[in-house]
């Protein structure tokens, strides 16, 4: 079943296009990845995919019996409530869980509210509203939102992000579209999400710069490169194999075409200017192989060719550092002496205390307490995750000449505007204002600025949001042979995993770990740890845990009626918990009779289990 159709369509900003008159279609079952350079159209072409932007040629055709969801890079809300940010999909649902909470507060105290209320449950039932409740607080808590009562207005951008994936799965789609869905989340959310989705029925397309992420979700890549789109059937890894082959096959067939038309032109040029109908076809097709002749297929690469600064034998020292916001202890007693090469990765959910080290170690942000003494000639280089804020009105090149015209690079000087053609900012690029880039753009010019410098003690926090593949594949290489200290807080597994040597683990009120081995290895560690953890308690291992425990011994007279008793205790309890159970899904609507039998079924499930596990105790000695 064809859920999209995209019908030859063309897109430009002013004289920048961004692809001319692309076609390709999303099926049922589809998990489609579009990849592109920054600057390609990717996020544009998304848009108009969700119907909030218009190409300027050609139609999107979407099949009008499937549903959609959007989720853009930076969700917006009309609303300041969690609960209803994410149920806002659903109106109708919206408002009846609002007016069911806000009467179940007020039953106790208003018989209006109490009156009111077996009225609003009946309607839950119709909706099926309970499930869908417990459905929103399970996917918040997998993303990592607990506190349903914050308010949207407080909310960082990530966590608004992982506000927008819970609203964007809750419409449960029949095809939704992500923009950078992993972005600014920690990485137990981003594996529950791989999951989610791979697992789901719902077709997708992407846009997504986490391989793993892509390896595992997609089955299909559209490639948006020189203005057209390119199809893979296939992961990640099939996709960078028949790339390549596409790529020596254009170059091939270029040559041919150049070939060929030296032979046409010069045909041409010997015709006489009244010609022949074969010779008119044949000045037509001339026409088509000059554009192949002349086809650019130059590759929109970034080069990254700066050596670091000379490193002397003292590097850095941290010492007993300690830092706390609101008397709440961030971080604790830390201390390590960082030595030459090192490379660590960063790990730990949101708001473990990551970012604050590192402001630490760079001198941003003081410690309470405790030392942080770096080598003479340590360089620090800090790639920040936040958003870069250049100064509007400002020209890209102007803002690699604020650090200097002439840059050294450690094997030459290079003019700064040779050094942005390096870094995929062809000469008319470099001359566009700032506020023309896109956001991957911005982040690669950040990236820029960062390495101009020569650092040799080179810090990147989340270094992969926003950039490219292909960037970021140019990034690796770099990192791979440079020869200074490196830390890398990433929540690309893959990333992570190339470069790094070891961990700091962060755990919300624990010590720093340092853990030797890259991200999967970690991951398979604790995997190790809960095997090893002792299984949950069954009767039967109980059983066994008293009988190996306790003295061999017979029941006394007491306790073999003791025994006896228990079991007719249990018999007459389980019968009072299926019944209860059977008037709770009864259809029952008097509120205070649903919140008593609940309360009942609670004290019988605790009567039950301490039975139980007296029972095993006595039953040994039978």
């Known amino acids: 079943m064809n859920y999209l159709s995209v019908d030859g369509i063309s897109k430009s900003f002013g004289e920048r296009v961004l692809f001319e008159e692309i076609t390709f279609g999303i099926g049922q079952g589809q ?49 300041d409530s969690i609960i209803e940010a994410v149920l806002s ?93 992993t972005n600014h989340l920690d990485l137990e959310a981003i594996e529950w999400l791989e999951k989610y989705l791979a697992t789901s029925q719902m077709a997708i397309i992407m846009v997504t710069h986490d391989r793993y992420f892509l390896e595992n979700v997609t089955n299909e890549i559209i490639e948006l490169d020189n203005y057209k789109v390119y199809n893979y059937s296939g992961n990640y890894s099939y996709f960078l194999e028949k790339k390549a082959e596409r790529e020596l096959n254009a170059q091939s067939e270029k040559e041919k075409a150049a070939n060929l038309y030296k032979k ?20 037509d097709a001339f026409q088509d192989i000059k554009k192949k002749a002349h086809e650019d297929l130059s590759k929109s690469e970034v080069t990254i060719d700066i050596e670091q600064k ?64 770096p080598g003479q000639s340590t360089v620090f280089g800090y790639y920040d995750q936040t958003e870069p804020d250049f100064k509007a009105g400002t020209k890209v090149i102007e803002v690699v000449q604020e650090v200097a015209n002439v840059i050294d690079t450690g094997k030459e000087e290079v003019s700064a505007s040779r050094l942005l053609t390096q870094f995929n900012f062809s000469p008319k690029a470099q001359y566009d204002y700032v506020d023309n880039l896109s956001g991957g753009e911005k982040r690669r010019l950040q990236l820029l600025k960062v390495l101009i410098a020569q650092p040799n003690f080179l810090i990147l926090d989340e270094p992969t ?49 340092d853990f030797n081995g890259n991200y999967t290895l970690y991951r398979a560690n604790l995997e190790d740890k809960r095997r090893q953890v002792e299984p949950t308690v069954t009767k039967k291992t109980a059983a066994e845990k008293v009988k190996s425990a306790a003295p061999s011994k017979k029941l006394t007279f007491n306790e073999k009626r003791e025994f006896d008793q228990l079991e007719k205790e249990l018999d007459q309890l389980s019968s009072l918990k299926n019944s209860l159970e059977a008037k709770l899904v009864s259809g029952e609507t008097e509120h205070q009779k649903l919140i008593d039998w609940g309360k009942e079924l609670d004290q019988v499930k605790t009567d039950i289990d301490e039975k139980e596990m007296r029972w095993l105790e006595l039953s040994e000695y039978i």
């Open 264 to 283: 046409e032109l010069d045909w041409i040029r010997r015709q006489p200017k009244a010609r022949s109908t074969k010779a008119k076809y044949r000045v």
């Open 89 to 181: 999909g659903n109106a109708e649902l919206a408002k009846l869980i609002e007016d069911y909470e806000y009467h179940l507060a007020k039953a106790e105290s208003s018989s209006e509210s109490m009156e009111k209320l077996s009225e609003l449950m009946e309607k839950m039932n119709e909706l099926d509203a309970w499930t869908f409740e417990s459905q929103i607080k399970e996917i918040l808590g997998k993303l990592g939102i607990h506190n349903l009562n914050q308010s949207i207005a407080e909310m960082s951008g990530g966590q608004k992000k992982r506000v927008g994936i819970a609203r964007a799965l809750m419409e449960k789609p029949d095809l939704v579209i992500l923009d950078e869905p």
């Open 465 to 513: 949001n926003d950039l490219d593949l292909i960037t970021l594949r140019t990034l690796e290489e770099f990192l791979h042979n440079f020869k200074g200290c490196l830390i890398i807080v990433s929540h690309d597994r893959y990333f992570m995993d190339r470069l790094v040597d070891h961990l700091f683990v962060f755990e919300r009120g624990k010590p720093i770990e």
């Open 31 to 79: 998990k489609v990845a579009l990849v592109g350079v920054n600057g390609s159209g990717k996020t544009t072409l998304l848009k108009i995919l969700a119907g909030i932007d218009v190409p300027d040629s050609g139609q999107v055709v979407l099949n009008n019996k499937i549903t959609t969801a959007y989720l853009e890079q930076q969700p917006i809300f009309n609303t």
């Open 310 to 373: 000379r490193q002397g034998g003292k590097i850095l020292e941290v010492e007993s550092l300690t830092k706390s916001f609101d008397n709440k202890p961030v971080i604790k007693e830390f201390s390590y002496t960082f030595k030459r090469g090192e490379r660590v990765g960063v790990i730990g959910h949101n708001g473990s205390g990551k970012s604050t080290l590192l402001n630490m170690l760079t001198g941003r942000l003081k410690p309470d307490s405790g030392n942080v003494d």
